[in-house]
Nanobody
C-alpha cells in the first residue's frame, strides 16, 4: 500500500517550464517503478516518463529531450521537470507506482493539472 501526492501543476505559457513533484508514503520499499501519466479529454491515458528503483529512465517520444524524470530517495519523491512546454503538453498529470507482483501500475495519485496556453 502506497499513497502518492502530486503537486506543481499550473498555467504556463508556451516555452515555459514546470516541475511536478510526487511524494510517496507507506510501503515505499515495495515500489519497482514510478511514472508520470498524462490524461487529456478524448484520448487514452499516456505514460510520459518512468523511473525504476535502480534509476533507469524511459520517456514517451513526445517527452524525450524536453522532460526529465528524477528521484530523491531521501525525500521519497520523484520529479518531472518539463521544459519548452507546448500546448499539446496540456493535461492532467498523474503520479503512479508499480508494485509487484501485479504487473501494471497499481497505485495512483490524485492528479495535478498542467495547462500550457498563451
Amino acid at each position: 500500500q502506497v499513497q502518492l501526492v502530486e503537486s506543481g501543476g499550473g498555467l504556463v505559457q508556451p516555452g515555459g517550464s514546470l516541475r511536478l513533484s510526487c511524494v510517496a508514503s507507506g510501503n515505499i520499499f515495495s515500489i519497482y517503478t514510478m511514472g508520470w501519466y498524462r490524461q487529456v479529454p478524448g484520448k487514452q491515458r499516456e505514460l510520459v516518463a518512468e523511473i525504476t528503483n535502480t534509476g533507469m529512465t524511459r520517456y514517451a517520444a513526445t517527452a524525450k529531450g524536453r522532460f526529465t524524470i528524477s528521484d530523491d530517495n531521501a525525500k521519497n519523491t520523484i520529479y518531472l521537470q518539463m521544459n519548452s512546454l507546448k500546448p499539446d503538453d496540456t493535461g492532467l498529470y498523474y503520479c503512479a507506482a508499480h508494485i509487484p507482483p501485479i504487473g501494471t501500475y497499481n497505485n495512483w495519485g490524485q492528479g495535478t493539472q498542467v495547462t500550457v496556453s498563451s
